[in-house]
């Protein structure tokens, strides 16, 4: 009998698996349930861009592209974030397309690690990035932003974090869970901590293009970060292309020569068929994008408004899209307040504790849903509260 416990490593073994699917899995078993867990979209790829996919396939363009993707997709990846962000990479030498954005976080993981090396993490933040660290023999520092601060990362913050050992700074802004973003000042104040260091910089932007009231603005934009900053970012949320699977990572040549060496042996190249879809996105998708969020942002004012007239108080999301509401008041962990919701109302959200420990006493909402979808899950919600305050 084969023990295969003892086949897997520790360190893959002690991986927890993801809050976020635990209760989204959850729902598959409740028919009733409404759920506003999962970060999907609920358009479906503009016509257009699915068009181009099913044009690539009639026209038999089913091979291997050059390992870093299509030359035409990375050059329009480069144009549009010249276009939209200012951001500037030579797309034959420092544009990758991945298979989404989460390959581009993974590669750069490992192509940067080495036993020892200290990746500061800000929380709460998507659930990849500390586990991704470790597999890549990294060793993840926490800082737990605050509430008051707008969940954003301070310089005094990230000045008091770093040691001899720190190699890497993961940015996750617009963030999920929180809907936090980072202004250019505030960037700037983390550029004045890391001048004259080694440090490099993941900036996650996936969300880029979901801010609402203010523009995003780079990391990579920022002189003194430009150097230093590996973006990852990709097209499941803005243009509602998740099961395409299509990201993309851009950084200094020297690095980007090092990370497409671990793309070409794990990956090859990415899927063809995504690739000519993306190229449409990239060319002819300003519109879509600009739809999507009109109404992301009428969802979100809804939810937020809806969440303070049940009592709960929600920080403000000016990014991305998710509510992160407090109900820490209501006597629960979030934890149990999460499973509770879920087995008494049907209704399924996820536990701050999903995102870091630090995220104790709230709970993600995510807006990806119809109002109709939201309206239905706030009465059930508003019922569930009401029990626990009587």
């Not at 929380?123 to 601060?149: D, H, M, Q, S």
């Not at 970012?233 to 803005?238: I, Q, R, T, V």
């Not at 809806?306 to 709960?312: C, E, N, P, Q």
Request: charged share 25%; hydrophobic share 40%.
């Amino acid at each position: 009998m084969i023990d295969y416990e003892s086949c897997v490593p520790s360190h893959v073994r002690d991986i927890k698996p993801s809050g976020i699917r635990k209760f989204f899995d959850l729902v598959g078993s409740r028919p009733n349930a409404i759920s506003l867990t999962v970060g999907e979209p609920d358009f479906v790829t503009p016509w257009h861009i699915r068009m181009a996919g099913i044009e690539s396939l009639e026209k038999g363009k089913t091979y291997y592209t050059a390992n870093a993707g299509l030359l035409e997709l990375r050059q329009e990846i480069s144009r549009y974030l010249a276009r939209r962000f200012d951001v500037h990479y030579d797309p034959q030498k420092e544009v990758i397309v991945t298979v989404g954005g989460s390959e581009a976080i993974d590669i750069t993981f490992r192509a940067l690690l080495e036993p020892g090396d200290e990746v500061i993490i800000p929380l709460p933040a998507f659930v990849c990035y500390e586990p991704l660290a470790r597999l890549a023999g990294g060793t993840p520092v926490i800082i737990e932003t605050k509430e008051e601060n707008k969940f954003k990362l301070t310089a005094d913050e990230l000045r008091a974090a770093i040691t001899p050992k720190t190699k890497l700074l993961v940015l996750p802004y617009p963030n999920n869970p929180t809907g936090a973003i980072m202004t250019r000042e505030e960037l700037e104040s983390l550029e004045e901590v890391l001048r004259g260091t080694n440090i490099l910089i993941l900036s996650d932007e996936i969300y880029a293009e979901l801010t609402y009231g203010r523009e995003h603005y780079s990391c990579a934009a920022v002189p003194g970060l430009t150097e230093r900053t590996i973006l990852a970012s990709g097209f499941s949320k803005a243009f509602a292309m998740t099961g395409w699977r299509m990201g993309y990572l851009c950084a200094p040549e020297p690095i980007a020569r090092q990370m497409l060496k671990l793309h070409q042996y794990g990956i090859m190249s990415a899927p063809t068929t995504a690739q000519f879809a993306a190229i449409e996105a990239m060319k002819n998708g300003d519109e879509d994008v600009q739809m999507m969020r009109s109404e992301y942002n009428r969802r979100r004012r809804y939810l937020t408004a809806g969440l303070r007239g049940i009592g709960l108080d929600c920080f403000e999301p000016e990014g991305a899209f998710y509510a992160f509401p407090y109900i820490g008041g209501c006597g629960l962990s979030s934890e149990e307040f999460c499973r509770r919701l879920l087995e008494e109302y049907d209704v399924a959200i996820v536990p701050g504790t999903a995102f870091g420990a630090c995220g104790e006493g709230f709970a993600r909402i995510s807006y990806a849903y119809s109002v109709q979808h939201i309206s239905k899950a706030l009465d059930r919600m508003e019922s569930f509260v009401k029990t626990l305050r009587k």
